[in-house]
């Protein structure tokens, strides 16, 4: 009489293990796949409400806030009211700069609407709470309101910035002449790490070290860093921190390079601060209608940069981006 077999023989348990390998190979892609669209459909959703914030912003005061007021404070500390923010707004000191005293708690003090989910470096630097959304200054690589007039300066010549948000700028939907439904309001950044002693391409802002006059002299330079990872080259680490400060890197960007190109700064007084995310393949960007589009890394240069422009005669159809 033949006896039960009472357990899996070894062949059968490590086919079995085998199995579950490759189901469980098969599945995590997927299950991450999944998490991550999550987490890009929550950081569009707050970019939407960036989108509102800015017309009732406009509605209000007729106007949008300023890229860099004259204490260095940033759009997004215009925006809290009208993001359901108000307690955060109050903390903040109007009359003096953002890096006083007297601004210390708001520095400090993280607003969730303000981080995307996809990116995990939500830890505080240096006390300071942070942002992956910035504001869009144009397609030029001028830091700042308006070129020097004194032929001598660096900046000489350089045109204006021509997006929605810079230095001193309070634009009205009106000075939007390229239409709100064809131009750039803000877009995305992988927050940086705040050590300058460790490069990082994806978070860090790089200095090539040349003074370039346009923006593809200033795309060329910084591509053809010869070792981007080198602390030589490295400018600005503090990439998105703190959202309380108008600037550059912190929470401005350009329509210089393409969506997740690299970032650079060439002193004195220019920039090409670009778009990025940890999102696969593009960015989230908010049109100045409100309406908030993913964009392909792969969008035409020249469509991208049209679209940073608020003014520039520029016509972009629907279905290029």
């Not at 914030?53 to 004259?70: E, F, N």
């Not at 503090?238 to 997740?260: A, F």
């Not at 960015?283 to 608020?310: A, P």
Request: proline residues 5%.
């Amino acid at each position: 009489m033949s006896q039960k077999r009472s357990a899996f023989t070894l062949v059968e348990l490590l086919v079995v293990i085998a199995i579950i390998g490759v189901l469980v190979s098969l599945l995590l892609p997927a299950v991450q796949f999944a998490r991550e669209s999550a987490r890009r459909m929550q950081c569009s959703s707050n970019m939407r409400q960036f989108g509102v914030a800015m017309h009732t912003y406009h509605d209000t005061l007729k106007v949008l806030p300023a890229g860099i007021d004259s204490k260095s404070m940033s759009t997004h500390a215009y925006l809290l009211p009208f993001m359901e923010y108000s307690t955060v707004h109050r903390m903040i000191d109007f009359s003096v700069s953002w890096n006083n005293a007297n601004n210390a708690v708001a520095r400090g003090t993280k607003v969730p609407i303000f981080n995307c989910p996809s990116d995990r470096a939500d830890q505080l630097m240096k006390g300071w709470a942070g942002t992956n959304y910035r504001a869009c200054q144009g397609s030029g690589i001028l830091f700042g309101g308006t070129p020097s007039t004194n032929p001598s300066a660096q900046d000489y010549g350089v045109p204006a910035p021509n997006g929605v948000f810079f230095n001193g700028s309070w634009t009205s939907m009106g000075m939007i002449t390229d239409g709100t439904s064809q131009t750039a309001a803000f877009s995305e950044h992988i927050r940086g790490d705040s050590d300058q002693t460790t490069a990082n391409e994806r978070m860090d802002t790089f200095k090539p070290g040349t003074q370039p006059h346009t923006p593809d002299e200033a795309l060329r330079d910084c591509i053809n860093i010869s070792n981007v990872l080198s602390p030589a080259f490295q400018g600005v680490s503090d990439v998105g921190i703190p959202w309380l400060e108008g600037y550059h890197s912190t929470t401005l960007y350009y329509h210089v390079g393409g969506p997740n190109s690299r970032s650079c700064m060439y002193p004195s007084n220019r920039i090409m601060t670009s778009a990025n995310s940890n999102h696969p393949n593009g960015v989230n960007m908010t049109l100045c209608d409100g309406s908030t589009r993913f964009v392909n890394s792969s969008i035409n240069l020249q469509t991208w940069r049209r679209l940073g422009t608020k003014d520039g005669n520029d016509v972009i159809s629907g279905d290029s981006f």
